[in-house]
């Protein structure tokens, strides 16, 4: 069964940095997609970054460039998201998920498969 857990959120002040991790365990993770999402509260989830875990490929939210970077260490079959320059409307609940089919779409949550918990980021002015 697979599984994902995230962790590493926290409350960090404007212009912070946090490292999100993502332990997955379940699947041969070396076909899949991963993405990060996230919810603020009274908002639709929405896209944040993701990596295709064979090719290393990477794709990131419009808002996000240049200041998140997510990566994936095979050894340990954990997915990173490292956010710098944190501001406070980032404040959300970020999901961790798995695209065990690899789908064109990677920005469209319905195409992920497995999701972790969440890990609340809350960033303060």
């Known amino acids: 069964q697979v599984q994902l857990v995230e962790s590493g959120g926290g409350l960090v002040q404007a212009g912070g940095s946090l490292r999100l991790s993502c332990a997955a365990s379940g699947w041969t993770f070396s076909t899949c997609r991963m993405g990060w999402f996230r919810q603020a509260p009274g908002k639709e989830r929405e896209f944040v970054a993701g990596i295709r875990w064979s090719s290393r490929s990477t794709y990131y939210a419009d808002s996000v460039k240049g200041r998140f970077t997510i990566s994936r260490d095979n050894a340990k079959n954990t997915v990173y998201l490292q956010m710098n320059s944190l501001k406070p409307e980032i404040t959300a609940v970020y999901y961790c998920?798995?695209?065990?089919?690899?789908?064109?779409?990677?920005?469209?949550?319905?195409?992920?498969?497995?999701w972790g918990q969440g890990t609340q980021v809350t960033v303060s002015s």
């Open positions: 998920a798995a695209d065990i089919y690899d789908r064109v779409n990677y920005w469209n949550r319905y195409n992920y498969d497995y």
